[in-house]
Structures are given as C-alpha cells and as structure tokens.
C-alpha cells in the first residue's frame, strides 16, 4: 500500500476519534489478503454468506465486502467509533456494495437472522475468556450452517492477563490456550477442530491458525 494511503487511513481514525492506529493500517494489505486468501482456499465462494467477528475498522471488510455478492458480509464489533469509520474506509477505497455491521458484546449473531457458510475472527479468541469463547462457539453452532467453516487465529500465552481495549474496553488474554482446550470443543458441540490446516499460509504476525468446521 502507498504512504499516502496509510496515511490517510491514520487521519481518518483519528478523525473519528476510534483509537490510536496500528498494525491495522501497517499491516492493511498482508493481513486482509491473508484473510480472504485463507478463506478462499477453504472454499469461499461469492454467494456464500460471512460472518466477521470483531470486524474492526473494516480492513478485512475491503476485501471480503468487495469479493462477495451484495449484502453477503455481516460484521460485529464491540467498538462503536468503528462503525462511523469502517464507513468512510469503505468510501476511501471505493466500495459501494450492501453490507451489515452491528455493535454486539453479548454473542447474539442470531440478530443478523442469516445462516453463515463461513466466520472469521483475527486475533480476536485470544482477547476472549474461557467463558466468552464458549459463549462463541455455542452461539456459532446457531448460525451456521452445516458443513460452515470458522478460520479463527490465536495466541497461547504462558500467563493470563487483562488489558483495556483503546483505554475502553476490558480486554482479557487468557492462558493454556492449546490443542486439548480447544478439542474439548468438538463433542460438547459436534465440531471438528483443526490446527493449521495444510494448504494455509502462515499468520502475518505469527499466530496459531486453526478451523472449526461446524
């Protein structure tokens, strides 16, 4: 991506008073296209319907909106600012097609009233307590459909952690996120869990890569 472009995308964060920016500007194009090529080689498909969860600014958005047939990709976030700003990112790079974003902190996907082929969360289960990634997986099993992929990304740290989201929201890093956490998944919900699937690319920044396939 051009300077220009990344500089850009800064003044509108800060525009819209959503944070300091990051790697989510930095890293804007290895990341999104790690995103929808991950998904792609799983099967995505343009007709096939998308669930971002923790959407962000929209970063993935710009391709997966862009990729998919017109009001294929719902989104949810806990971070309002981003709402206003995924907006004008959109608007930026030229994307005009329907979407859905919703602000949701209490798992309820049910809202979008669809049926998900595919879901995608980056670097959002590592952020997630035990309990709230339960509550994930339990609410996913709602609204998708059988057969529906979730590429998912994640960190096993040594030591458990709480941190502030933007100086807002409670964010906790848990530890012994491992194989036999997330295999204990796949009865209580009739999933099946895989760690890097062969044929992905590795995590930009390094994370374990793995799917639940519902």
């Known amino acids: 991506m051009k300077r220009e472009k990344i500089f850009k995308l800064i003044d509108l964060h800060l525009e819209e008073r959503a944070g300091v920016p990051s790697n989510r ?13 991950s998904l792609k080689k799983l099967g995505l498909s343009p007709s096939n319907k998308l669930l971002d969860v923790g959407c962000g600014p929209l970063r993935f958005g710009t391709y997966a ?9 719902h989104g949810v ?12 990112v959109l608007e930026e790079f030229g994307i005009t097609k329907d979407y859905t974003m919703k602000i949701d902190r209490d798992f309820d996907y049910e809202i979008f009233g669809e049926k998900f082929d595919f879901a995608i969360a980056q670097s959002v289960v ?9 509550k994930l997986l339990s609410t996913l099993k709602k609204v998708m459909v059988p057969g529906g992929s979730f590429l998912f990304s994640y960190i096993n ?32 919900y009739g999933l099946r ?10 995590h930009p920044t390094g994370q374990t890569v793995a799917v639940y396939q519902f």
């Open 25 to 37: 500007e930095l890293m804007w194009e290895e990341l999104g296209e790690w995103q929808i090529n």
């Open 65 to 73: 909106i862009s990729y998919l047939e017109n009001g294929n990709y």
């Open 77 to 88: 976030e806990v971070w309002e600012p981003y709402i206003k700003l995924g907006k004008r």
């Open 126 to 134: 590592t952020h997630l307590s035990v309990h709230q990634i339960d």
């Open 157 to 188: 740290n040594k030591f458990p952690y709480s941190v502030y989201y933007e100086m807002e929201e409670p964010m906790i890093t848990p530890s012994n996120l491992n194989d036999s956490f997330f295999r204990s998944f796949e009865k209580k």
């Open 193 to 202: 869990f895989e760690k890097q699937p062969a044929g992905l690319d590795s």
